[in-house]
């Protein structure tokens, strides 16, 4: 099955966020928990219809359309998409091709976040980079949101290394050619779970007991979240908040990774408040309230200032330390130039 996607569209930088988190500075790399990429193509476990599909996901080049324009619009990205293991009847493929879509955003128009960014010194030079990238979205709400969780508060690594364990202990299992993929659990095994039962994977007492109570709400009904998708966001944001556990930082992160919201601004977002110090120059981390103002102008695309600003921790070290050499060789001209320009 082929998915057409609109362009600018890059494939490859929107896989680097899902595939690993950035490498430490030890050089070590993480393991994939849930996503993989093998053979050319992006593979992923997901449960579809009730049932574990692996699909994969390849990007082909499509040929131009015939236009009436001087200019070739050069050519289209598509995404090919098949059922690796799993039921292969036309409900499922069905429902894998609109994950998919919905996945990598393929019909979002990004030209408006890009003419947006033109005029900030910062996000143009992004944008040029990052061309093309979009937010990954996660398959199920349910699933950012209990990576949020466990998330909060403790680093990159051991982050990665508790969600493998919950994964490996709860997850379930598709096999392909030999090999074993994983699934997110489910909210039903969640629920079903103790505080006791989570506390050997190294998830805190207070964590198992915001995931135990919320998937147990998933699944009575109580808390619908993947009905979130079509409210309002701001709407979203307070049902989210109304959860023992879930805070602004993580409702806003389950905005920018499932729900697609457009203009999520996690302003006490530590790499945020880092990155945004480095690039614009400041003195010191901002706060959260410095970064909603400096956020401003970026309204209606905050979600993505902030993410192009994240996957800055994706590149080299000696990458971002020319980039904000670069920026701020630019102000200092900038200014030298005003200073030279007479009083009239």
């Given at each position: ?29 993480f393991e994939p928990l849930l996503d993989h990429f093998e053979n050319g193509e992006y593979r992923r476990a997901a449960d579809v219809n009730g049932q574990p599909v692996l ?241 401003k102008p970026w309204a209606g695309w905050r979600s993505y200032a902030t993410f192009y600003l994240w996957l800055t921790y994706w590149e080299k070290a000696a ?26």
């Open positions: 099955m082929r998915i057409t996607a609109r362009e600018p569209f890059d494939f490859q930088r929107t896989l680097r966020f899902v595939l690993s988190p950035p490498a430490l500075l030890n050089g070590r790399l699909y994969a996901v390849r990007e082909v080049r499509q040929p131009p359309r015939p236009t009436r324009r001087a200019r070739s619009d050069g050519a289209g990205a598509g995404l090919d998409l098949r059922i690796l293991a799993g039921p292969q009847d036309e409900s499922t493929f069905r429902a894998v091709a609109d994950l998919v879509q919905r996945q990598f955003s393929t019909d979002l128009d990004l030209t408006p976040f890009y003419r947006l960014a033109a005029s900030d010194r910062v996000l143009s030079r992004l944008v040029r980079h990052f061309r093309g990238m979009r937010i990954p979205q996660s398959p199920t709400v349910y699933e950012t949101l209990i990576s949020a969780i466990l998330e909060q508060q403790v680093n990159l690594s051991f982050a990665h290394q508790v969600k493998g364990a919950l994964i490996g202990a709860h997850g379930s299992t598709i096999e392909f050619e030999g090999r074993a993929y994983r699934t997110f659990p489910e909210p039903v095994r969640l629920a079903l779970a103790t505080a006791g039962d989570l506390r050997p994977l190294q998830i805190s007492g207070p964590k198992a007991r915001y995931i135990i109570a919320l998937s147990r709400a998933a699944l009575d009904g109580r808390l619908d979240l993947e009905s979130l998708r079509y409210v309002e966001p701001a709407q979203a944001i307070e049902r989210l908040l109304r959860e023992k556990g879930v805070g602004l930082w993580t409702a806003h992160y389950v905005g920018l990774r499932a729900l697609g919201h457009l203009d999520c601004l996690p302003a006490a977002d530590v790499g945020l408040q880092k990155s945004i110090q480095r690039f614009y120059g400041l003195r010191q981390t901002p706060t959260a309230a410095r970064v909603q103002r400096i956020a990458w971002r330390e020319a980039l904000a050499a670069e920026i701020r060789e630019e102000c200092r001209k900038s200014r030298v130039t005003r200073a030279n320009v007479p009083n009239v």
